[in-house]
Nanobody, 125 residues
Framework: QVQLVESGGGLVQAGGSLRLSCTIS????????MGWFRQTPGKEREYVAT????????YYASSVEGRFTISRDNTKNTVYLQMNNLRPEDTAVYYC??????????????????WGQGTQVTVSS
């Protein structure tokens, strides 16, 4: 079983920045492709960004492209999401997970496995 622990969320003013972290552990093959997702009450989980095994390929949802950056440090078993120029509509619980496919243009990634607890991001205006 894989364990996913998200951290770094908080309350931030519109226009501010946050960096989220996702630590991966447990019974898992090395450096799987990973993604970030987010969810607000009453809405389905939304795709945010994906990254391949070595960080050389990244993709973003249109709503965050140019503002968010996904990266990873495999020596720390950690995936990051740097969020800049935050907007109130970015308010959500943010989750990471393995993905079976990357979010190439015009497609949605396929998450795999169980979800962690997520980390709350709240953007005030």
């Amino acid at each position: 079983q894989v364990q996913l622990v998200e951290s770094g969320g908080g309350l931030v003013q519109a226009g501010g920045s946050l960096r989220l972290s996702c630590t991966i552990s447990g019974r898992i093959s090395s450096s799987p492709p990973m993604g970030w997702f987010r969810q607000t009450p009453g809405k389905e989980r939304e795709y945010v960004a994906t990254i391949n095994w070595n960080g050389g390929t990244t993709y973003y949802a249109s709503s965050v492209e140019g503002r968010f950056t996904i990266s990873r440090d495999n020596t720390k078993n950690t995936v990051y999401l740097q969020m800049n120029n935050l907007r109130p509509e970015d308010t959500a619980v943010y989750y990471c997970n393995r993905v079976l496919t990357l979010g190439t243009p015009g497609t949605l990634p396929a998450p795999s496995g169980s979800w962690g607890q997520g980390t709350q991001v709240t953007v005030s205006s």
